[in-house]
């Protein structure tokens, strides 16, 4: 199965553009291979989309390319279990479903947010913003003193200990 659906059709994607993380660029693409097997049905596929995210270092905008391939495996939902058990790695990439219908859009939308960087970089080089007068030092140079040692501990500079 192959599709291209708005990123409209996603409420965790939409939520995301609301709150200002991201904002998508294009539709996400969809190719999907699902299979049965045995007592599961086992859904391979990939998602690829284009976001706009603004860089943790410089604040620049810059776009980036999601593409994420994953494997699910599906079974028919049964009671719930009162004891503990230990998962399995197969448990893990695990779900279930009820009825006629899988709705894959939960597992689709898991699959962007993962692939968006927590703290994005424009580059691996970005210098950042100064911290003193928020000059983008990747574009110029700013004149401030900067000087050696953490900024948290200046306030402790003048501090005089008598024993």
Same mark, same amino acid.
């Given at each position: =199965?192959?599709?291209? @659906?708005?990123?409209?059709? &996603?409420?965790?994607?939409?939520? =995301?553009?609301?709150?200002? @993380?991201?904002?998508? /660029?294009?539709? /996400?693409?969809?190719?999907?291979?699902?299979? %049965?097997?045995?007592?599961?049905?086992?859904?391979?596929?990939?998602?690829?989309?284009?976001?706009?995210?603004?860089?943790?270092?410089?604040?620049? +905008?810059?776009? #980036?390319?999601?593409?994420?391939?994953?494997?699910?495996? &599906?079974?028919?939902?049964?009671?719930?279990?009162? $004891?503990?058990? +230990?998962?399995?790695? +197969?448990?893990?990439?695990?779900?279930? &479903?009820?009825?006629? @219908? #899988?709705?894959?859009?939960?597992?689709?939308? +898991?699959?962007? #947010? =993962?692939? #968006?960087?927590?703290?994005?970089?424009? %580059?691996?080089?970005?210098?950042?913003?100064?911290?003193?007068?928020?000059? !983008? /030092? !990747?574009?110029?140079?700013?004149?401030?003193?900067?000087? $050696?040692?953490?900024?948290?501990?200046?306030?402790?500079?003048?501090?005089?200990?008598?024993?």
């Amino acid at each position: =199965m192959e599709a291209e @659906e708005p990123v409209n059709d &996603y409420p965790d994607l939409l939520a =995301m553009t609301g709150t200002g @993380e991201c904002e998508f /660029l294009s539709p /996400l693409r969809l190719d999907f291979t699902v299979a %049965r097997e045995f007592d599961h049905i086992r859904a391979s596929g990939k998602v690829e989309t284009a976001v706009r995210v603004s860089c943790a270092r410089c604040l620049t +905008e810059f776009d #980036i390319e999601i593409a994420s391939s994953f494997t699910i495996f &599906y079974t028919k939902s049964a009671e719930p279990l009162d $004891e503990e058990v +230990e998962l399995a790695e +197969e448990d893990l990439i695990s779900k279930s &479903y009820q009825g006629e @219908e #899988i709705d894959f859009s939960t597992e689709v939308a +898991e699959q962007v #947010i =993962m692939e #968006i960087p927590f703290k994005p970089i424009c %580059r691996d080089d970005c210098k950042g913003l100064c911290s003193s007068c928020g000059a !983008n /030092l !990747n574009d110029t140079a700013c004149g401030c003193v900067t000087s $050696e040692g953490s900024f948290k501990f200046n306030a402790l500079k003048g501090i005089k200990i008598d024993k």
